[in-house]
């Protein structure tokens, strides 16, 4: 028997029970450490960091906030599962023994993004929201309590799970009549990670406009990774594959396609 789990009241999918099998999964794999490999090539490029202070909302098992943290940012970390938080402060502390940040650069909130606009309020000059979205019953809504986070000229780090790459991945395995029946999500129910809301960029594009905020600049994650017939084992053929998607991880149409899209978005500043 699998073990099975349930949703919020607000229709949410949280991870407690899970992190062994999300670290597993998503980053004890090759799909893991491209998408990290991924960040660690874009970030830089599509956001101004200045050491500034971020809120890293959903932070999962912790890499971003590390990633961010090593750079000289103070992070707020808001997780809203225990073992997910668990698990990322014991790794963060693992990285602050061997001299990877200050212990104080990290702090954490066990909260889930619609308690942020009482808990971590800010204005905050950087948010990142990396595959959260997804896993929420409203992600519209979610997107509106971004945008008031944010404080006037910040940058939101938006990644989301991309439904148009998801139905092409079920095409592509034979998943014939669940495509043409666009009955793409999961249930959230048991330990499967397929999530419960998968948006399209045309969805993001328009919850964007809606609360005023300016798309900067997009990429996708794994454009080419998940549709390979044969994952590559020789190391030249993983860097060969890598190469390939940050060559054309911005270019039409190959972005489009991303299991992961991955947005800057900004908010213009105050009228004074």
């Not at 799909?31 to 890293?56: F, I, N, S, T, W």
């Not at 048991?190 to 948006?199: A, G």
Request: with cysteine; glycine share 8%.
């Amino acid at each position: 028997m699998h073990p099975t789990y349930e949703l919020t009241d607000a229709g949410d999918r949280y991870f407690d029970g899970l992190a062994d099998k999300f670290s597993r999964s998503l980053y004890q794999a090759p799909r893991g450490e491209l998408r990290l490999a991924m960040l660690d090539y874009l970030l830089p490029q599509m956001l101004h960091l200045k050491a500034q202070a971020v809120l890293d909302v959903g932070g999962g098992l912790g890499q971003l906030s590390g990633w961010l943290a090593a750079r000289g940012h103070a992070v707020t970390m808001a997780e809203p599962s225990q073992d997910m938080l668990a698990h990322a402060k014991a790794w963060h502390a693992e990285q602050v023994a061997a001299g990877g940040w200050q212990a104080e650069q990290l702090s954490y909130l066990e909260a889930p993004l619609q308690t942020l606009q009482h808990q971590a309020p800010g204005p905050w000059p950087l948010i990142t929201c990396h595959a959260v979205l997804e896993w929420l019953g409203n992600p519209e809504q979610a997107l509106h309590t971004l945008a008031t986070l944010l404080a006037p000229g910040g940058q939101l780090s938006l990644m989301v799970f991309n439904r148009d790459a998801l139905r092409f991945s079920n095409v592509v395995k034979g998943n014939y009549q669940k495509a043409l029946s666009d009955q793409l999500e999961g249930k959230g129910k048991r330990q499967r990670l397929t999530p419960i809301s998968p948006v399209t960029h045309d969805e993001i594009c328009q919850w964007v406009s809606d609360n005023g905020l300016r798309i900067e600049s997009v990429a996708g994650i794994r454009i080419f990774q998940d549709y390979v017939r044969q994952p590559p084992e020789k190391m030249s053929d993983q860097e060969a594959l890598l190469a390939l998607e940050k060559q054309y991880c911005q270019l039409d149409p190959h972005w489009r396609l991303g299991r992961y899209l991955l947005y800057t978005v900004t908010k213009p500043e105050a009228n004074v």
